[in-house]
């Protein structure tokens, strides 16, 4: 186990973790009430570039599965998010932002539809059946709201096609983006999705049972050694490249959908009914006072951003970075962070604060970096 992590119930070990372990996991976090590997062996930079050429197999089960089973599962669903589901079909994933009475975002889980009234919410790190089960009671719903025994196994990079339809066939070849279909391992059926937390393509076994989690690492992993496959995470560098946003660290509660870029997921003109619609409506309306972009700036490598960082142009202070790091493709320092409205489209010299005693310079970017 890393250094400075207590470890107890409460921090919840995974179908994978005794594999990670034994792979040299140097380092977790905590996603959920369970861990998620965030180090192996290499440099953040060598797992970047490994990322982009090869295959890796990541243990996401930190993506807990709120499953909501009933006749109102839909309704309750259509009531969180401002996203419209009514065309959604069975072996849709859906990236659906959660919001509440006044248009902040809960969490921004990918939804499954598993049949006409079965759903999956692939979750980010926010307590979000809590708010299901809050509404569900409240509203009086007819749905079962639980937590799937459900254990998402991702295989990501530019092999990760090959290596999955050599091990469970070829027809995997057509399932489309944000698709999924099912598999069958160890005399079980098994749900895999063309997703995963990186640009550099994928797919995600959501393996139900906790108890066949070692076999499927242990399947995978044999069957990628030709592949050059390695245990990994989520990459950071390649994350904020690619403009993937992290619930906790790019938004909260405190931001709204259309601040992430999230307009073409909202309805907004009337014709769904959801919590907080008159709030983003408003916002809508009025537009949003900032939005989340990216930034590319020089100067030595940056370091963590554990705490924002304050982005300024002409001495004042219009935003703030918080996500960063050094990206070794771009020789230059990457982040993203919330600018305010008026200099969304600045193409001055802005600069950076990263809280270490040196500023740095830089120009505002859209995504992908």
Same mark, same amino acid.
């Given at each position: 186990m890393s250094e400075g992590?207590?470890?107890?119930?409460?921090?919840?070990? +995974?179908?994978y973790t005794d594999r990670v372990e034994r792979e040299g996991v140097s380092g977790f976090s905590v996603v959920? %009430?369970?861990?998620?590997?965030?180090?192996?062996?290499?440099?953040?930079?060598?797992?970047?570039? %490994?990322?982009?050429? %090869?295959?890796?197999?990541?243990?996401?089960?930190?993506?807990?599965?709120?499953?909501?089973?009933?006749?109102?599962?839909?309704?309750?669903?259509?009531?969180? +998010?401002?996203?419209?589901?009514? +065309?959604?079909?069975?072996?849709?994933?859906?990236?659906?932002?959660?919001?509440?009475?006044?248009?902040?975002?809960?969490?921004?889980?990918?939804?499954?539809?598993?049949?006409?009234?079965?759903?999956?919410?692939?979750?980010?790190?926010?307590?979000?059946?809590?708010?299901?089960?809050?509404?569900? +009671?409240?509203?009086?719903?007819?749905?079962?709201?639980?937590?799937?025994?459900?254990?998402?196994?991702?295989?990501?990079?530019?092999?990760?096609?090959?290596?999955?339809?050599?091990?469970?066939?070829?027809?995997?070849?057509?399932i489309g983006f944000f698709k999924f279909d099912w598999i069958n391992f160890k005399g079980t059926k098994q749900l895999i999705a063309r997703s995963g937390y990186s640009r550099?393509?994928?797919?995600?076994?959501?393996?139900?049972?906790?108890?066949?989690?070692?076999?499927?690492?242990?399947?995978?992993?044999?069957?990628?050694?030709?592949?050059?496959?390695?245990?990994?995470?989520?990459?950071?560098?390649?994350?904020?490249?690619?403009?993937?946003?992290?619930?906790?660290?790019?938004?909260?509660?405190?931001?709204?959908?259309?601040?992430?870029?999230?307009r073409k997921f909202c309805s907004l003109d009337g014709s769904v009914e959801y919590i907080g619609r008159e709030a983003i409506e408003k916002i809508a309306f009025e537009g949003e006072i900032q939005q989340i972009r990216g930034v590319v700036f020089a100067g030595p490598k940056c370091p963590t951003c554990s705490v924002p960082w304050p982005v300024v142009l002409d001495g004042k202070k219009i935003g703030q970075l918080t996500s960063g790091m050094y990206s070794p493709r771009l020789k230059a320092n990457v982040a993203l962070g919330m600018i305010i409205r008026e200099f969304w489209d600045t193409i001055k010299v802005v600069q950076i604060d990263c809280l270490d005693g040196l500023t740095r310079q830089g120009k505002l970017s859209n995504f992908p970096l």
């Open positions: 992590l207590n470890m107890s119930r409460r921090i919840r070990r +995974t179908a959920n %009430h369970m861990l998620l590997p965030k180090a192996f062996k290499q440099s953040v930079e060598d797992d970047y570039w %490994h990322l982009r050429e %090869h295959v890796q197999l990541w243990d996401v089960s930190c993506q807990r599965q709120v499953q909501i089973v009933g006749v109102d599962a839909t309704k309750l669903i259509q009531l969180m +998010t401002p996203r419209d589901i009514g +065309t959604m079909r069975i072996g849709d994933c859906l990236y659906v932002p959660i919001v509440d009475q006044n248009g902040g975002l809960i969490n921004d889980p990918v939804l499954l539809k598993i049949s006409s009234k079965k759903y999956w919410l692939s979750i980010a790190d926010s307590d979000l059946l809590l708010y299901a089960l809050g509404l569900a +009671t409240g509203l009086k719903l007819e749905v079962i709201i639980s937590e799937a025994d459900v254990w998402p196994l991702s295989v990501q990079g530019p092999k990760a096609e090959d290596l999955v339809a050599n091990l469970f066939g070829e027809e995997i070849r057509r550099q393509g994928g797919f995600e076994i959501y393996l139900e049972g906790k108890d066949l989690g070692s076999e499927l690492w242990d399947l995978v992993f044999k069957a990628g050694e030709k592949y050059n496959i390695r245990p990994g995470c989520p990459n950071i560098i390649e994350r904020v490249e690619g403009g993937l946003f992290s619930y906790g660290n790019e938004m909260t509660r405190e931001n709204n959908p259309l601040e992430i870029g999230l």
